[in-house]
């Protein structure tokens, strides 16, 4: 950081820098733009649709319209600093080669990709400017910490649980803080007449990106792109935290989550970069500290931004990590191949009203909160259907607004079983009625995102089915025709799951399975805790059954 504050004499002042936007779509804690900015007479933003950068090879219209509105908030921010987003569509390696003799590029400077889908990408415009001359900076604030630098840490390997991650954390110590804001004062900042013609941003159907439905087109709550719009909603974040903290609890929306408010995840924003990952770190511990001068930070106030950590120093030497196949850390498992009930599942049809509310959700608005995640890849997977983890992961990576490489794959393989978790050895799963009744005790979530069931007394809301004919008819919503019927039993389902995993677990008992440091661990990954009788309401423990 005392480097990246260093002030440039005019003399010194000889560089032309472009600095490349990838991830880390952002003016604030941007160490990487600060670095091309130090010894820099003319500077320039370069944002590249080459068909893959920051996910878009995958992305539904939701997660491209939030990148797009990122990309604009970006261009209108450096434009009240003088400058613009210069855009460009192609290959990153020819674009960079025209510039540098366009422009008299001699550096290019770039927040660090860790994840190997980016590392060919990255490895040959860094060839490209190593051939021609051109310095390159990288730096590392997409994460908290550099995934390398904790393999190294760790004796040259990944830590292969959550608990030997914190360990090793707690060796490397805090990350570091975030760095000031760009100035651009004494640096020329060239914007051509025509730039919006020649360098502004393509529309989204010139990308070949458009609304599955009206229900996409136009959501009952959207999320809305940019670092203008992070940075207000992190604010709003903060207070909420402090009001938590002030009543002793971490989390606040973990135990009872507010499926119907207002959008208020900061997910999408840090999938995007548009908020840096350690801001948001620091200004929960800051808020705390506030609170609680006198008491240690607890690990719980970060604990979810720690797991994406962790998910992304396991992917980062692995470039099979988002499959089963070839994958070290992933178990293979016999799975079911049924398009029929995936379809079902998929397009929110299953018959469990919490299930389908989750799914329709996700298509609709791509987004749904993480208890939402949890049930709906454990009823695909382990839970009920025992279908593939990875055509789940096809359904979040092209629709979840914040779906990055890493973090997506991790969670599927960890509620799958298949990687990262112990409930091979504690035998339990989410019950898609009980879980979803804790989750929305109103049922003001369900009729929304289940119009079908909106006259439906709550008494039955969750397992409609069950409600005589007369009370069906009266809600204008018979069963098996206005909504279909469960398409599985749940007990007999869940329990038939069960002892294929009994089955996979007695056949990887000489495999090395990455799972957690107790169930408590476990629990708490579901957003599941164990007080109010929550581990009876909850999930299935089918010893019981």
């Given at each position: 950081m005392e480097e990246l504050e260093f002030h440039d004499s005019v003399d010194s002042k000889r560089h032309v820098t472009v600095h490349?936007?990838?991830?880390?779509?952002?003016?604030?804690?941007?160490?990487?733009?600060?670095?091309?900015?130090?010894?820099?007479?003319?500077?320039?933003?370069?944002?590249?649709?080459?068909?893959?950068?920051?996910?878009?090879?995958?992305?539904?219209f939701p997660r491209m319209q939030f990148l797009m509105e990122t990309l604009q908030d970006l261009d209108e921010n450096l434009k009240t600093c003088g400058s613009r987003l210069h855009v460009f569509r192609g290959n990153p390696v020819e674009v960079f080669g025209k510039l540098i003799e366009e422009w008299g590029v001699t550096r290019v400077s770039l927040e660090q990709d860790p994840e190997p889908i980016w590392q060919k990408r990255d490895s040959d415009v860094k060839a490209l400017c190593s051939k021609r001359e051109v310095e390159w900076i990288e730096r590392v604030s997409h994460?908290?910490?550099?995934?390398?630098?904790?393999?190294?840490?760790?004796?040259?390997?990944?830590?292969?649980?959550?608990?030997?991650?914190?360990?090793?954390?707690?060796?490397?110590?805090?990350?570091?803080?975030?760095?000031?804001?760009?100035?651009?004062?004494?640096?020329?900042?060239?914007?051509?007449?025509?730039?919006?013609?020649?360098?502004?941003?393509?529309p989204l159907d010139a990308l070949g990106v458009k609304a599955e439905s009206d229900h996409q087109a136009s959501p009952y709550c959207?999320?809305?792109?940019?670092?203008?719009?992070?940075?207000?909603?992190?604010?709003?974040?903060?207070?909420?935290?402090?009001?938590?903290?002030?009543?002793?609890?971490?989390?606040p929306n973990q135990l009872y989550p507010d499926l119907t408010g207002m959008?208020?995840?900061?997910s999408p924003h840090l999938r995007f970069g548009s908020l840096s990952i350690r801001k948001l770190y620091w200004s929960l511990r800051l808020v705390y500290t506030q609170v609680h001068p006198n008491a240690p930070v607890p690990a719980s106030i970060t604990s979810q931004l720690i797991w994406r950590e962790y998910f992304y120093c396991m992917s980062v030497n692995n470039p099979a990590y988002n499959r089963m196949k070839e994958n070290p850390i992933c178990l293979n498992i016999d799975w079911y191949d049924d398009e029929n009930k995936f379809q079902q599942w998929k397009t929110g049809q299953t018959g469990y009203p919490w299930i389908d509310a989750c799914m329709r959700q996700l298509m609709q608005e791509g987004w749904i909160h993480q208890v939402c995640r949890h049930a709906t890849a454990c009823f695909l997977t382990?839970?009920?259907?025992?279908?593939?983890?990875?055509?789940?992961?096809?359904?979040?990576?092209?629709?979840?607004?914040?779906?990055?490489?890493s973090v997506c794959a991790g969670n599927w393989m960890w509620v799958s079983s298949s990687a990262f978790e112990n409930v091979l050895q504690c035998a339990r799963c989410i019950?898609?009625?009980?879980?979803?009744?804790?989750?929305?005790?109103?049922?003001?979530?369900?009729?929304?995102?289940?119009?079908?069931?909106?006259?439906?007394?709550?008494q039955y809301l969750f397992e409609p089915w069950k409600a005589p004919i007369t009370v069906q008819q009266e809600a204008g919503c018979i069963i098996g025709q206005d909504y279909p019927s469960p398409m599985v039993d749940h007990k007999?389902?869940?329990?038939?799951?069960?002892?294929?995993?009994?089955?996979?677990?007695?056949?990887?008992?000489?495999?090395?399975?990455?799972?957690?440091?107790?169930?408590?661990?476990?629990?708490?990954?579901?957003?599941?805790?164990?007080?109010?009788n929550a581990e009876i309401m909850e999930v299935c423990n089918h010893n019981s059954l």
């Open positions: 490349w936007f990838r991830h880390g779509l952002r003016l604030h804690d941007n160490p990487a733009l600060l670095a091309g900015l130090r010894g820099c007479r003319e500077f320039y933003a370069v944002f590249i649709f080459d068909g893959a950068v920051a996910g878009i090879s995958t992305a539904a994460t908290l910490w550099d995934p390398q630098l904790i393999i190294q840490e760790n004796g040259g390997s990944p830590p292969l649980t959550y608990a030997m991650f914190c360990q090793v954390m707690e060796i490397v110590g805090q990350p570091p803080v975030p760095v000031r804001n760009p100035d651009f004062s004494g640096v020329s900042l060239p914007v051509s007449d025509n730039h919006d013609q020649k360098y502004g941003l393509p959207r999320y809305l792109g940019g670092e203008t719009k992070a940075l207000k909603l992190l604010s709003s974040r903060l207070e909420k935290e402090r009001a938590a903290f002030s009543r002793g609890l971490s989390l959008p208020m995840s900061l382990r839970g009920d259907l025992w279908i593939d983890w990875q055509k789940g992961l096809e359904v979040f990576d092209r629709y979840l607004l914040d779906a990055d490489w019950c898609p009625v009980r879980y979803g009744r804790r989750m929305d005790p109103s049922g003001e979530y369900v009729r929304r995102y289940v119009p079908e069931l909106k006259g439906m007394p709550l007999i389902a869940s329990q038939e799951c069960k002892l294929r995993m009994d089955m996979v677990r007695k056949r990887s008992e000489d495999v090395a399975h990455i799972g957690p440091a107790s169930e408590a661990e476990a629990l708490s990954f579901l957003w599941v805790t164990k007080h109010s």
